[in-house]
């Protein structure tokens, strides 16, 4: 393991968010009902660093093992016989990995590490590369929905055995949230609170998924594509709000992301254009929150609004982030999203009728 520090989260401000649902919480509001043994997680502290941690993870597949790559960051080193802090697994979209999606470094532009915000907040947060991706191994298929279900369930022992704790929740963005709803239906007992940031229902009406329909054949066929510098950088200005965004960040995110090289896995994007829906809503027991940039345009209102009304628990919010595209986490208006998730996380337990 090792450890490492990184610049300090700014204040949170309380800005106002466009629901379609009422948050019934606010950003310091009581421990989620997470088995119930741990502290109030506290509200971001200035100066103290974040710890992080490795950790492994292998998966069985028909052509071997695979190791699969955890990452870790909390405020100070676990140390036995403590009370387990709520503990909070991130999910990965389709382009690029866990630590360049949640644990990006921006020099000299304020704090871009979703990891480090919430755990200063005072979650034990958790990430992995999945299949393909990143530090992971790869068992050279692409990566899909299915497979990155099977990868959630490798992880999951790890996560238990290192936290003491059985239940997690869950926040995936874009595919990401795909993959975190297609893990909460698949095992259930494992999901506390499921946060789903730029989800995707169906796909009616979507222009991203109509443009990238038109490689379907290709996705089918290769269980690699090309993911340059030009492409991550139109992940922040396809949506026509490249204003929302420093290009900074998507440089950063470039430098990082091609140290792994220039392909990644296309099972995702396959899933995405010729798969939809991978997710039953009426099969998710647990609360739920639907995030998105008002300006995404990886699925419409009307779309996430069908998931969201068959949500079989009343425990739920719908949250419209405003001048915000795809990628809510390295928007200008991040803090909104940080705000959202912690909110969402730290809802009192509702009382049974």
Same mark, same amino acid.
Request: charge should be neutral.
């Given at each position: 393991?090792?450890?490492?520090?990184?610049? /300090?989260?700014?204040?949170?401000?309380?800005?106002? =968010?466009?629901?379609?649902?009422?948050?019934?919480?606010?950003?310091?509001?009581?421990?989620?009902?997470?088995?119930?043994?741990?502290? +109030?997680? /506290?509200?971001?502290?200035?100066?103290? /660093?974040?710890?992080?941690? +490795?950790?492994?993870?292998?998966?069985?597949? +028909?052509?071997?093992?695979?190791? =699969?790559?955890?990452? &870790?960051?909390?405020?100070?080193?676990?140390?036995?016989?403590?009370?387990?802090?709520?503990?909070?697994?991130?999910?990965?979209?389709?382009?690029?990995?866990?630590?360049?999606?949640?644990?990006?470094?921006? /020099? $000299?532009?304020?704090?871009?590490?979703?990891?480090?915000?919430?755990?200063?907040?005072?979650?034990?947060?958790?990430?992995?590369?999945?299949?393909?991706?990143? *530090?992971?191994?790869?068992?050279?298929?692409?990566?899909?929905?299915?497979?990155?279900?099977?990868?959630?369930?490798?992880?999951?022992?790890?996560?238990? &055995?290192?936290?003491?704790?059985?239940?997690?929740?869950?926040?995936?963005?874009?595919?990401?949230?795909? @993959?975190?709803?297609?893990?909460?239906?698949?095992?259930?007992?494992?999901?506390?609170?499921?946060?789903?940031?730029?989800?995707?229902?169906?796909?009616?009406?979507?222009?991203?998924?109509?443009?990238?329909?038109?490689?379907?054949?290709?996705?089918?066929?290769?269980? &690699?594509?090309?993911?340059?510098?030009?492409?991550?950088?139109?992940?922040?200005?396809?949506?026509?709000? $490249?204003?929302?965004? #420093?290009?900074?960040?998507?440089?950063?995110?470039?430098?990082?992301?091609?140290?792994?090289?220039?392909?990644?896995?296309?099972?995702?994007?396959?899933?995405?254009?010729?798969?939809?829906?991978?997710?039953?809503?009426?099969?998710?027991?647990?609360?739920?929150?639907?995030?998105?940039? #008002? *300006?995404?345009?990886?699925?419409?209102?009307? #779309?996430?609004?069908?998931?969201?009304?068959?949500?079989?628990?009343?425990? @739920?919010?719908?949250?419209?982030?405003?001048?915000?595209?795809?990628?809510?986490?390295?928007?200008?208006? @991040? *803090?909104?999203?940080?705000?959202?998730?912690?909110?969402?996380?730290?809802?009192?337990?509702?009382?049974?009728?």
């Amino acid at each position: 393991m090792k450890q490492c520090s990184r610049s /300090p989260a700014p204040a949170i401000a309380r800005r106002t =968010l466009l629901q379609a649902a009422t948050l019934a919480a606010g950003a310091g509001l009581a421990l989620p009902a997470a088995e119930g043994s741990a502290a +109030e997680p /506290p509200t971001p502290t200035s100066d103290a /660093p974040v710890w992080s941690g +490795e950790y492994w993870a292998k998966k069985n597949t +028909e052509k071997g093992e695979v190791n =699969l790559n955890l990452w &870790r960051k909390r405020m100070g080193a676990p140390k036995a016989g403590e009370a387990p802090l709520p503990v909070l697994f991130l999910v990965h979209g389709s382009s690029n990995s866990a630590r360049t999606s949640f644990d990006l470094a921006v /020099p $000299a532009k304020g704090e871009y590490s979703l990891m480090n915000v919430l755990a200063r907040y005072g979650y034990d947060v958790w990430t992995m590369d999945h299949d393909g991706y990143g *530090h992971s191994g790869s068992s050279g298929n692409n990566s899909d929905v299915a497979s990155s279900v099977a990868d959630l369930k490798a992880a999951i022992p790890v996560v238990q &055995r290192e936290t003491g704790r059985s239940k997690f929740h869950f926040h995936g963005t874009s595919s990401g949230a795909i @993959r975190a709803a297609a893990f909460a239906q698949a095992q259930p007992e494992a999901v506390d609170r499921l946060v789903l940031v730029a989800f995707t229902y169906k796909g009616t009406g979507s222009p991203t998924l109509r443009d990238r329909a038109k490689q379907v054949e290709f996705y089918r066929a290769n269980n &690699r594509r090309t993911r340059d510098r030009a492409m991550i950088r139109s992940i922040f200005t396809r949506d026509n709000l $490249a204003s929302s965004y #420093d290009m900074a960040v998507a440089d950063a995110m470039a430098d990082e992301e091609l140290k792994f090289g220039d392909q990644v896995p296309t099972g995702t994007y396959l899933d995405m254009t010729a798969n939809l829906p991978l997710v039953d809503p009426t099969k998710i027991p647990s609360p739920v929150a639907m995030i998105r940039g #008002d *300006h995404d345009g990886i699925a419409t209102m009307g #779309d996430l609004f069908d998931f969201y009304r068959q949500l079989p628990n009343g425990d @739920r919010v719908f949250i419209s982030l405003p001048n915000t595209a795809h990628s809510p986490g390295f928007a200008n208006n @991040r *803090h909104l999203l940080w705000y959202a998730t912690h909110a969402f996380l730290a809802a009192p337990t509702p009382v049974a009728g």
